[in-house]
């Protein structure tokens, strides 16, 4: 496998590492943690001018990349910032979802989306439905969706709400679920808008015969869902190899200045072997995020193997590197005005999304055996 950027990628990833380092300053955090958002307007419109929007998407959809290398490229580059802003909400799940299943109208909706002038939120998990995709109680009736959804990210601040609702079947069939489009200003529809630990914002989410527009077959959407949370979990395990590789490059200068009896504490070999511990666990990281943007496109079963070993990994690794970061760091680690507070919230914040280390073990378990 090469594993060398194209041309195109590398000006991608030039471009977008020099304005997200340039555009989140300690006062910007600050300021998007104050905000009713919890995202920045102002970096928002910069990432779609830049074409960064863009990059989630093929050529046939308006974009120029869309391949599972182009998803981890951003997402990486989003976590070594601590980044909030809503790109896999609105690019990745929404966008590819309108993108996999809408008809002539709907894909216009494309042009905004890469545009940065439409946000997006997909309002799917349930209160009590864990990471199981199938599980799904809202119901839909005449184009009218009536339940409540959890946890919906971007949701407070969205343009357009995708829903899920049950059109057929029992409460965990995968056949039945449907799509609806819903706008955010629709009657019968409430959003309470909360912030996240780790940045960004969540909304609980109810429907009482709030209408909707049917966003492709009806009952037949779990197939698109699943592949919409398989490159979605991609892009967040390249956004947490982003989030380890910031912390590591802290805590080194770290050892590399505070001192102890007269030396820097990185002189000493314990610290030396921990931190080497945490380089290996994290080149092993990225290995598991390239190996699973080459499988993106493979048969479901074969994609869906490599999603569940990549996350158990990314969780593991996660959950290591905070927590050596923070105890090498002594007491300031966990201090709210230094940087390594908030990479550290969001690298752990990442195992808790799209499923956790002990859902994706159990998961690759069973896949594999299958």
């Given at each position: 496998?090469?594993?060398?950027?194209?041309?195109?990628?590398?000006?991608?990833?030039?471009?977008?590492?020099?304005?997200?380092?340039?555009?989140?300053?300690?006062?910007l955090l600050k300021q998007i943690a104050d905000s009713e958002i919890g995202t920045s307007q102002d970096v928002w419109n910069g990432l779609a001018e830049m074409g960064v929007i863009g990059a989630l998407f093929t050529e046939e959809q308006g974009g120029f990349g869309g391949a599972g290398f182009d998803l981890a490229l951003v997402a990486e580059e989003m976590g070594r910032v601590g980044a909030t802003d809503p790109l896999i909400d609105t690019g990745i799940l929404g966008g590819g979802l309108i993108a996999a299943l809408g008809n002539d109208d709907q894909q216009a909706m494309l042009e905004e989306i890469i545009a940065g002038t439409r946000q997006l939120a997909l309002a799917h998990a349930e209160p009590g439905s864990r990471y199981d995709l199938s599980r799904v109680s809202t119901t839909a009736l005449g184009g009218k969706l009536s339940g409540r959804k959890a946890v919906v990210i971007n949701g407070g601040a969205a343009d357009t709400l995708i829903v899920s609702a049950r059109t057929a079947g029992g409460v965990a069939d995968q056949d039945g679920i449907s799509l609806y489009l819903v706008a955010a200003d629709a009657p019968g529809l409430t959003r309470r808008s909360y912030p996240l630990t780790g940045g960004g914002h969540a909304a609980e989410v109810t429907l009482d015969d709030t209408p909707g527009t049917l966003l492709g077959d009806e009952g037949q959407s779990y197939a698109a869902l699943a592949t919409a949370y398989a490159r979605a979990t991609c892009a967040i395990s390249a956004e947490a190899v982003g989030l380890m590789e910031a912390i590591r490059i802290l805590t080194v200068d770290y050892l590399k200045t505070r001192k102890q009896f007269g030396q820097p504490i990185g002189k000493f070999q314990a610290l030396q072997h921990r931190m080497a511990d945490v380089l290996i666990e994290i080149e092993q990281a990225r290995s598991a995020v390239i190996n699973l943007a080459g499988h993106l496109e493979a048969e479901s079963a074969?994609?869906?193997?490599?999603?569940?070993?990549t996350k158990t990994l990314i969780g593991q690794v996660a959950r290591l590197v905070a927590e050596e970061s923070i105890q090498m760091h002594g007491g300031i680690g966990m201090t709210e005005e230094y940087g390594l507070a908030h990479l550290a919230k969001r690298l752990v914040m990442v195992d808790h999304r799209f499923g956790d280390t002990l859902y994706h073990m159990d998961r690759f378990i069973a896949l594999a055996v299958a």
């Amino acid at each position: 496998m090469n594993f060398d950027l194209t041309d195109e990628r590398q000006m991608l990833q030039d471009g977008l590492r020099r304005f997200l380092r340039d555009k989140y300053t300690p006062d910007l955090l600050k300021q998007i943690a104050d905000s009713e958002i919890g995202t920045s307007q102002d970096v928002w419109n910069g990432l779609a001018e830049m074409g960064v929007i863009g990059a989630l998407f093929t050529e046939e959809q308006g974009g120029f990349g869309g391949a599972g290398f182009d998803l981890a490229l951003v997402a990486e580059e989003m976590g070594r910032v601590g980044a909030t802003d809503p790109l896999i909400d609105t690019g990745i799940l929404g966008g590819g979802l309108i993108a996999a299943l809408g008809n002539d109208d709907q894909q216009a909706m494309l042009e905004e989306i890469i545009a940065g002038t439409r946000q997006l939120a997909l309002a799917h998990a349930e209160p009590g439905s864990r990471y199981d995709l199938s599980r799904v109680s809202t119901t839909a009736l005449g184009g009218k969706l009536s339940g409540r959804k959890a946890v919906v990210i971007n949701g407070g601040a969205a343009d357009t709400l995708i829903v899920s609702a049950r059109t057929a079947g029992g409460v965990a069939d995968q056949d039945g679920i449907s799509l609806y489009l819903v706008a955010a200003d629709a009657p019968g529809l409430t959003r309470r808008s909360y912030p996240l630990t780790g940045g960004g914002h969540a909304a609980e989410v109810t429907l009482d015969d709030t209408p909707g527009t049917l966003l492709g077959d009806e009952g037949q959407s779990y197939a698109a869902l699943a592949t919409a949370y398989a490159r979605a979990t991609c892009a967040i395990s390249a956004e947490a190899v982003g989030l380890m590789e910031a912390i590591r490059i802290l805590t080194v200068d770290y050892l590399k200045t505070r001192k102890q009896f007269g030396q820097p504490i990185g002189k000493f070999q314990a610290l030396q072997h921990r931190m080497a511990d945490v380089l290996i666990e994290i080149e092993q990281a990225r290995s598991a995020v390239i190996n699973l943007a080459g499988h993106l496109e493979a048969e479901s079963a074969v994609r869906d193997v490599h999603v569940a070993a990549t996350k158990t990994l990314i969780g593991q690794v996660a959950r290591l590197v905070a927590e050596e970061s923070i105890q090498m760091h002594g007491g300031i680690g966990m201090t709210e005005e230094y940087g390594l507070a908030h990479l550290a919230k969001r690298l752990v914040m990442v195992d808790h999304r799209f499923g956790d280390t002990l859902y994706h073990m159990d998961r690759f378990i069973a896949l594999a055996v299958a």
